[in-house]
T-cell receptor, first 115, second 111 residues
């Protein structure tokens, strides 16, 4: 079955540690995205990538980093510089980021809790 | 000003009721509009795209009013399984067609 996978589903880390969230898709989509969702707030864009080896900052990129070495993979690192990292992180993909008519498909998400 | 604004609810309605959600957007140049559904602690899933002429999918009807810059979602004959949070999404051509999500409207259908 085609889809987007994220791992792990739940992640606990100590304050000050970097952590990397995995996102893999086998939909052959060009564009991939990372969002964070906090209670009472809409999804906010962290980073996105239209093509391999290229990515752009979203609205809340500070304290995060990404890479896009393969079309199917777009891992997100939450660094110690992120002031409030506890959140629900969602990865998404779409056929082509440049077209506004393409829906985004979401992975199941990772709940990160920093202790 | 937020790109997208939604009434967070909650909306609590009995089974069989008709319920409507509205969502306003700030950028008049926005081109694409969607409604996503998100179940508790799950990922959002596309419910329907919103076309200029309006569109219907079974019990669900979406409308776009460009003059007043709002979109709406109407659910008829509500089912218990409709209980979820409904997210309004608007794209902005000024930012490479980035998706902007509303905070969501919570719906609970009561037996």
């Amino acid at each position: 079955d085609g889809g987007i996978t994220q791992s792990p589903k739940y992640l606990f880390r100590k304050e000050g540690q970097n952590v990397t969230l995995s996102c893999e898709q086998n939909l052959n989509h060009d564009a991939m995205y990372w969002y964070r969702q906090d209670p009472g707030q809409g999804l906010r864009l962290i980073y996105y990538s239209q093509i391999v080896n290229d990515f752009q900052k979203g609205d809340i990129a500070e304290g995060y980093s990404v890479s896009r070495e393969k079309k199917e993979s777009f891992p997100l690192t939450v660094t110690s510089a992120q002031k409030n990292p506890t959140a629900f992180y969602l990865c998404a993909s779409s056929i082509d980021e440049g077209s506004s008519y393409n829906e985004q498909f979401f992975g199941p998400g990772t709940r990160l809790t920093v202790l | 000003r937020k790109e997208v604004e939604q009434d967070p609810g909650p909306f609590n309605v009995p089974e069989g009721a008709t319920v409507a959600f509205n969502c306003t957007y700030s950028n008049s140049a926005s081109q694409s509009f969607f409604w996503y559904r998100q179940d508790c602690r799950k990922e959002p899933k596309l419910l329907m795209s919103v076309y200029s002429s309006g569109n219907e999918d079974g019990r669900f009807t979406a409308q776009l009013n460009r003059a007043s810059q709002y979109i709406s979602l109407l659910i008829r004959d509500s089912k218990l399984s409709d209980s979820a949070t409904y997210l309004c999404v608007v794209t902005s051509p000024n930012t490479g067609n980035q998706f902007y999500f509303g905070t969501g409207t919570s719906l609970t259908v009561i037996p």
